[in-house]
Structure formats: C-alpha cells, structure tokens
C-alpha cells in the first residue's frame, strides 16, 4: 500500500492483525516504550487473539512502530491504512490488555483458525451488486447514520455484542447462501465472518482493510460509498477522499452531529444535542457541563484538552 508522503503533516495509522499471541502481557510495556521513543499517540490493544488500534504520529514516527512491530514475524504483516491530518488526533499514548481486540463476547469465535474469504476493493462492487448476495453492515447505528454502502442492511446494534443476537433472529443459513460484509477497517467484518462460518452459513465474504480501504483503492466516481465514514478520532469523520469530514462530535452522548445539528435549540456545546438532550441525568449533564468549562480553560492555555472516555472505543471498533 502506498504511503502519505506529506512533510509536516501528521499520519493516522489504523492497524489490525488476528494472530495468537501467548506472550501479549509481556509485549504491552516494550510496544509503549517504543511508541513513547518515536512520539506516536493513540491506543493499541493487545489480547491473546492480535492487536488493534489506531495512532497518529510524524510519517517517521509511524514508519518507525511499524518497523518495531515488524521485528516479531507475527507482526511483520500487520494490516494498516493510513490517512493524513493537520494535528494529532489522539492526546495521550496507551497500550491496553484485552479478552478480545474487538468485542463480540462470543467464546469459540476465532479469526486465526476460521474466516471468510477476503474481498478486495476493487472486486467490491462487483460481490455487492450480486441480488444473491446479502450485504451487511457490521457498524452500529451511530456510524450506519452518516455514511454506508448502496444496499446494505443496518443491523441498528448499538455495541458489536449485539450483532451475534441480530444475525440468529434475522437470518437462516438454509436460505441465505451468501453473505458479504463490512466495517470500517476490516477486523469487525473479519470476526464477524468467522461467527457466520461457524452459525453454518456457506459462502461469507469480507471486504479487506473495510472502507478505508476502499475509499483509498477506489475512484469516487465509480464508489457506490455514500455519505461520510465515521472513525474513532477527534475527527469523527472522513470523506472519500479521507479528508476530515464537517461533522463534529456530541462530548456527551459521542454521536456524530452535523452542522444542522449544531443549529439546534437543544445543542449545548459539550454538555448536549438533539439526540440525548432529553435522555441525560442532571447528574451527568452537570458533570458534561463541568469537563467543557475544562476543555476551554485548555484552549485558552495553549494545553491538550482530552475529552474522556468514549464508552464505545472501549468496546472495540
């Protein structure tokens, strides 16, 4: 994959890769020291299952972690894509232990012994325009909201836990033969292939590194991508092209919010907006309302102004 060559530009780097690692207790502090050395921010989690996440550093600084990750052969083909950006997106640099690197809560669901076939790109359009093909999108609902493939199915989950749940409710493998899916950069489809696979459906299909990918490989012009594609930075979104996206981010509920969101009577900045206003607790309000008074006392001082956890990246993709 080619890589941005943009001097003085910051690169994001999200990265995956199902392998069995044993030893991933052990890996956690020398994987941060080296992201400390080369000043590369975001989060990786580490679980016996892979690695997963996404980080923002200098074209130097993240050619140097995958350099660092390329020493362990397990690592030395870890899937990345990559995009471009005027700052860091991420504040801190952290290296979390995980049960799983993306959550499904389902034992026995493997992506190292079991999964479906890769889709590229460039096929892509192709599998989904088959009428025998049913085509899922395995995101949930605040991401489905603002961008999607032509035809695909929202599952309407609001964490990855509930797609498992949504699949045996919805869909019998005696009558659905065929299945592609998809997610933003490639590891939810993946795992998600291999719960099909082992649920007894026959043909399932994933498309690779998931619509970053795709938005990278194939010309707008013959995308059959709408919309924005969400991504779990201070971005929010990305355009085809992956430029970062107009829509902003509610510091209270995390949902993506568009300029006429933010037009609202009931958007407060940081403490509410049309779709938790009337949803939140005084308790928590409050609390959204104290950590804004924060985040712009950071402005004015020129400081990093994190803005907590987001409950969904704690889930997984």
């Avoid at 995009?83 to 993306?102: A, G, M, Q």
């Avoid at 026959?202 to 690779?208: A, D, F, I, Q, T």
């Avoid at 206003?277 to 924060?294: G, N």
Wanted: proline content about 6%; glycine content about 6%; hydrophobic content about 35%.
């Amino acid at each position: 994959m080619s890589t941005p060559q943009d001097p003085g530009r910051i690169v994001v780097a999200a990265l995956y890769k199902f392998v069995t690692l044993d030893d991933h207790e052990a890996l956690r502090e020398p994987l941060r020291q080296a992201m400390l050395e080369h000043d590369v921010k975001g989060t990786l989690l580490l679980a016996r299952e892979g690695i997963n996440g996404t980080v923002s550093a200098t074209r130097e600084g993240i050619d140097a972690l995958l350099a660092w990750l390329a020493r362990d052969p397990r690592l030395a083909d870890v899937d990345h894509k990559e995009s471009l950006c005027d700052d860091h997106p991420f504040y801190r640099t952290k290296v979390k232990l995980k049960r799983e690197i993306v959550t499904m809560g389902v034992p026995d669901v493997d992506p190292n012994t079991q999964a479906g076939t890769y889709v590229d790109p460039e096929q892509w359009n192709d599998v989904i325009a088959d009428p025998e093909v049913l085509v899922i999108d395995t995101r949930n609902d605040y991401e489905v909201a603002i961008g999607s493939f032509e035809g695909a199915i929202d599952p309407q989950t609001k964490s990855f836990r509930e797609f498992p749940e949504y699949v045996k409710a919805h869909y019998d493998p005696s009558q659905h033969k065929k299945v592609a899916m998809f997610c933003t950069g490639g590891i939810r489809c993946e795992k998600a292939s291999s719960f099909m696979l082992n649920q007894g459906f026959e043909e399932v299909y994933h498309l690779k590194g998931g619509i970053l990918n795709y938005l990278k490989q194939v010309p707008e012009q013959d995308s059959l991508w709408h919309g924005d594609c969400f991504v779990f930075d201070n971005r929010v979104t990305v355009r085809h092209d992956l430029s970062e996206g107009e829509y902003d981010q509610c510091h209270a509920c995390r949902m993506p919010i568009s300029a006429e969101d933010q037009q609202a009577d009931t958007y407060e900045p940081g403490v509410s907006c049309p779709h938790c206003f009337d949803a939140l607790p005084d308790k928590t309000r409050a609390a959204a309302r104290e950590r804004q008074k924060q985040i712009e006392l950071a402005k004015q001082r020129g400081e990093p102004h994190p803005l907590g956890r987001d409950p969904r990246q704690m889930k997984g993709e």
